[in-house]
């Protein structure tokens, strides 16, 4: 896309859920990180033992600036706040559907620690999630924790799915964790409902919904995720006024390009079942 949409992450963010309060040195936590990102260097000098901070550089991950060309830095960060479940992420714990334990789980931990991204918005999206995932996992061989919270995707997961994704590679990775596919229903619109995608705009691309009725909301998610995944393979190659196959075979769904329904604003593609499963103006 020439323009990244509205809620394109200039950083990107995860939230690791720990029941006791994390620590690590930062020479095994480089060490970790390795496995994964093998050119990582530290930046920065350590303050004492068990660090509440550790930043890395990644040389093979070059930025371009305006007048030089830079590595991507990822950044962890212990908090020393108390973690509890806000009214702000009460919404991503109820959107929150491939992690059904998430309150029980959520309820024993009280420490948190912040993985995130900087100077790495211009990377290629598929090269600057690869790097981000990979830091993560080597952070997560180091610090127990048992729930994350991926802030572009607005959800909680277990950890130990996050863990298996990883070593499963592939689409596995995408779907564990920068994606999420939300249900709303529509309360002046009785038998109406909502399915919509966040995570893509995080990343330079457009979400996905649907507004809908008569149909099964898990084969909407699937086409909803299915196309995301195409989506972020291939770029936003989908042109207004395009069709894919919807639920059933042989059905085509018409696509455009339009603000999205549900916050936060952020481009989306639109897809139109027809009739008569076609919710608000388009039925």
Not at 219 to 224: E, G, K, M, P, R
Not at 248 to 261: E, I, K, N
């Amino acid at each position: 896309m020439s323009k990244p949409p509205e809620g394109f992450a200039q950083t990107y963010g995860v939230e690791l859920l720990c029941e006791q309060p994390p620590r690590f040195e930062r020479a095994e936590l480089l060490q970790s990180v390795r496995k994964y990102c093998p050119n990582a260097e530290l930046m920065g000098e350590a303050k004492g033992e068990g660090s509440l901070t550790c930043s890395f550089a990644h040389p093979d991950h070059l930025v371009r600036l305006k007048d030089a060309a830079v590595p991507a830095h990822t950044h962890v960060l212990i908090s020393n706040a108390p973690y509890s479940v806000t009214p702000e992420v009460a919404d991503d714990l109820r959107q929150s559907w491939g992690f059904p334990e998430a309150v029980e789980v959520l309820s024993t931990c009280r420490h948190s620690l912040l993985v995130t991204d900087m100077t790495s918005s211009s990377l290629a999206p598929k090269e600057r999630l690869g790097l981000f995932q990979g830091v993560l996992a080597g952070v997560l061989d180091v610090v127990p924790a048992r729930a994350i919270h991926w802030r572009p995707s607005a959800h909680f997961l277990a950890a130990d799915r996050f863990r298996e994704a990883y070593r499963q590679g592939g689409a596995a990775r995408f779907f564990a964790g920068a994606i999420n596919v939300r249900f709303v229903t529509i309360e002046d619109a009785p038998g109406e409902m909502i399915m919509d995608t966040l995570g893509l705009a995080a990343l330079g691309f457009p979400d996905l919904q649907c507004r809908f009725r008569d149909l099964d909301p898990n084969d909407v998610a699937t086409v909803l995720l299915n196309s995301g995944c195409y989506i972020f393979e291939a770029g936003d190659v989908i042109q207004d006024g395009h069709t894919i196959e919807g639920t059933t075979a042989g059905s085509r769904w018409l696509c455009r390009h339009a603000d999205s329904a549900l916050a936060p604003l952020r481009t989306v593609l639109d897809l139109n079942p027809g009739p008569p499963h076609a919710g608000g103006r388009r039925a």
